[in-house]
């Protein structure tokens, strides 16, 4: 098998910047890829995190004005990524996160800091490190779909183009004014191209112009095809179906490995899972909540956004408490739904807690402690927490969207007499239908032995990038193998 280069052009990367799952995919598929004959090197921007962790960086290229300033490509290792490292200073030296600053606003050049990542795609691609030649660019989300623009519009023969969608309600938006200092041509701001409902679409650019789109799931792609799921974008992508594929994410095993995860309190496997309750009584003590190995414990770890259903939570709350169970939070986001799960947590002391922002080890400690896992998005491409949750014995209750559908096996009398129930599922997706899976769930929590099984087919899921990655690569294969276009 030949080896192919790939030059993936992402604005995050696990473990050296993370606010979601794009992280997470960012890192751990090249590792995946490499057994398939495929080598991925990924350019991300100089974040002060991302400079520290580099190993040895050595100087590619330098430009003395890159939107608004002097920078410098550099390449290296962190963390057993092969990396090119955008270093600009003016445009990512700076506290607060990747996007926003610690009050949560969008950084003012977000237009210009990420356009600047995806020149610099764009250029690599067709060579600027010397030497470096890669046969295919793989854009993921806003952030780098520019790249898929300026190769379009470069007038040189190109590699071919992948554009990966992790959530598309991300679209990068900006002024059409912007066009010429971006260093797009006016031909560009067309339906054709950038423009999007008068401004200049990120996101939109990369699914016009790149050779093939893909998306997180195969229920996730049909759902923006859609009107209620396309988010402005489903005719570009009823268009374009034919070049249109998902792919579901996986989890790095190494990572998420319960048997050997050094963030949980106590190991375990499969075969150990009477465990379990070792961290559950962890959890419990971390939360506040009261010490009782036998009340169901349902642990929720995500953004609390109107997306995520955390707002029907908070309405289904007096039938959880009403079957007896307890509830542990952890994640930040919207003002008004961290308020109220606070509140929540304040009125049923022992029952509700919370702890606000991310905290990876605590991540990993709900899943490992948790009876059961809640995922009642509104909308999920894939979603990576109920993968985690199933590799850990931590039964997901999700609703039936996008990924989530696509990897939870609902525990219905037939799949459960078949064997094969790996969690609850719940649509359409309201509080009512959340108050029925919590009450099938506690149902289920009664029996024991139903339980035990249910976990056990969960944690026998194959939810390892092995799959995914094989399909990435015949993809890639595919694509380069045509003209580019």
């Known amino acids: 098998m030949t080896a192919i280069e790939v030059l993936a052009v992402a604005s995050e990367i696990y473990p050296l910047i993370k606010t979601g799952g794009l992280a997470d995919v960012a890192g751990a598929l090249p590792g995946a890829l490499r057994p398939h004959g495929v080598k991925v090197r990924t350019l991300v921007p100089g974040y002060p995190a991302v400079r520290r962790a580099l190993k040895r960086p050595q100087p590619v290229h330098a430009w003395d004005d890159l939107f608004g300033g002097p920078a410098q490509l550099l390449e290296g290792m962190a963390a057993r990524l092969s990396l090119f490292v955008l270093d600009a200073p003016h445009l990512f030296d700076r506290p607060g996160g990747p996007y926003a600053d610690a009050q949560g606003r969008d950084w003012g050049d977000n237009a210009q800091r990420f356009a600047a990542l995806a020149r610099v795609g764009a250029d690599l691609g067709q060579g600027l490190a010397g030497g470096y030649a890669p046969a295919l660019v793989h854009a993921h989300d806003w952030q780098a779909g520019l790249a898929c623009a300026y190769l379009h519009y470069g007038g040189h023969p190109r590699p071919a183009t992948v554009m990966t969608v992790h959530n598309l309600a991300f679209q990068g938006q900006f002024d059409r004014r912007l066009l010429a200092s971006l260093g797009l041509p006016p031909s560009s701001f067309s339906p054709d191209g950038v423009e999007y409902y008068g401004s200049i679409g990120y996101l939109k650019a990369g699914l016009r112009l790149a050779d093939w789109i893909t998306t997180v799931s195969p229920t996730y792609a049909a759902e923006i095809c859609t009107p209620e799921g396309g988010m402005g974008l489903d005719g570009l992508l009823r268009g374009r179906a034919d070049r249109l594929s998902g792919i579901l994410n996986g989890v790095d095993l190494n990572v998420w490995n319960p048997a050997a995860d050094p963030l949980i309190d106590t190991p375990f496997d499969a075969e150990h899972l009477d465990l379990r309750g070792l961290n559950k009584a962890a959890l419990q003590t971390r939360f506040g909540l009261d010490p009782d190995p036998d009340a169901l414990l349902l642990g929720l770890v ?84 109920q993968l985690c949750a199933l590799r850990y014995g931590a039964v997901p209750l999700v609703a039936r969207v996008g990924g989530l559908g696509d990897t939870v096996i609902d525990a219905s009398p037939m799949a459960i007499a078949a064997g094969a129930a790996t969690g609850v599922q719940f649509s359409p997706v309201n509080t009512p239908m959340l108050e029925s899976a919590l009450r099938r769930t506690a149902g289920l929590y009664a029996d024991r032995t139903a339980w035990r099984r249910i976990q056990a087919n969960g944690m026998a899921s194959d939810v390892s990038w092995r799959t995914p990655a094989r399909l990435y690569a015949d993809l890639f294969r595919s694509l380069i193998a045509e003209p580019a276009g």
């Not at 002391?349 to 998005?377: I, K, N, T």
């Open 302 to 385: 995500s953004r609390l956004s109107w997306q995520k259903g955390v707002d029907l939570l908070l309405g289904a709350l007096p039938v959880l408490l009403a079957e007896g169970a307890q509830l542990a939070v952890l994640g930040s986001g919207e003002a008004n739904l961290e308020a109220g799960v606070a509140a929540a947590a304040a009125a049923h002391p022992g029952r509700v807690g919370c702890v606000f922002g991310y905290d990876e080890a605590l991540a990993h400690g709900v899943q490992a402690g948790a009876d059961a896992l809640l995922v009642p998005s509104r909308f999920e491409p894939c979603g990576l927490t």
